[in-house]
C-alpha cells in the first residue's frame, strides 16, 4: 500500500483521538447524572458547554440527580460549588423532589435572567417536564434548559455558537406551550359548559 494511504489513516487516527480527549476533558461539566440525561443529550450538552467554554470563558455545569435526599435544593447545589471553577453557572434537577434550579457565581449573574428560564408558562424546562411522560423527559428539558442558558450567554457577550440549538430550541417550546395552554382552555370550557347545563336541568 502506498504512503500515502497510511498517512490518511494516520491523520484520520489523530483527529478521532484528540476529538475524543476534548470529549473526555469536558465531560467535567456534568457533575452528576443518575441515568436521567441519556448519553445522547450528554453528548450534546457537552459539546455546547465546550465552545462555550472555549469561546467565553464560563463553565456552564449540570447536574441530575435522581434525590438530594429532600433536601433544599439551594443547600444541595451550595455543597457543590466548591467543586466548580469561576466563573460559572449550574444547572440542577432532582428528578424525586420534582425541583430544578440554577445558580450563578459573581460574574455571571447579570448575564441570564433566571426567572425566565425557570417559569412554569414561558420557560425552556419546566413545561417539558410538565408536559411528557417517561425518562426522556428528563433529557429533552435538561439539554433544552442547557442550550437556553448557552445561547443567553453567547448574545449578552455578542459571541455565536455553532453548537446552538436556537431555533429548534424555541420551537419545541412554543408547541408544548400551545399543547399546555390549548389543554388548559379545552378542560375550562369543558367545564364551564357542564354548569351551564346542571344549571339549566335544575
Known amino acids: 500500500m502506498s504512503k500515502n494511504f497510511y498517512k490518511g489513516w494516520f491523520k484520520a487516527a489523530l483527529i478521532y483521538l484528540f476529538a475524543f480527549s476534548s470529549l473526555y476533558a469536558s465531560s467535567d461539566l456534568i457533575i452528576c447524572n443518575d441515568d436521567l440525561v441519556n448519553q445522547r443529550a450528554i453528548g450534546e450538552i457537552v459539546k455546547i458547554g465546550t465552545e462555550v467554554k472555549e469561546k467565553t470563558g464560563i463553565s456552564l455545569y449540570l447536574c441530575a440527580k435522581k434525590s438530594i435526599n429532600n433536601q433544599k435544593i439551594k443547600d444541595f447545589e451550595k455543597s457543590l460549588t466548591s467543586k466548580l471553577h469561576k466563573p460559572f453557572i449550574l444547572l440542577t434537577m432532582a428528578s424525586n423532589e420534582q ?5 450563578t457565581s459573581h460574574k455571571t449573574t447579570k448575564l441570564i435572567d433566571i ?39 453567547a448574545n449578552k457577550l455578542n459571541v455565536k455558537l455553532n453548537s446552538s440549538v436556537g431555533n429548534t ?7 408544548l406551550r400551545v399543547i399546555i395552554y390549548g389543554t388548559f382552555i379545552y378542560f375550562v370550557i369543558m367545564y364551564i359548559r357542564k354548569k351551564i347545563l346542571y344549571k339549566k336541568r335544575k
Do not use: C, Q, W
Not at 116 to 140: C, H, M, N, Q, V
Open 99 to 103: 425541583k430544578v434550579d440554577i445558580i
Open 115 to 153: 426567572d425566565e428560564i425557570l417559569s412554569p408558562f414561558t420557560g425552556t424546562i419546566i413545561p417539558i417536564l410538565t408536559s411528557r411522560k417517561g425518562k426522556d423527559k428528563y433529557s429533552a428539558a435538561m439539554l433544552n434548559g442547557y442550550a437556553d442558558i448557552a445561547d443567553r450567554v
Open 169 to 175: 430550541n424555541r420551537v419545541l417550546v412554543n408547541i
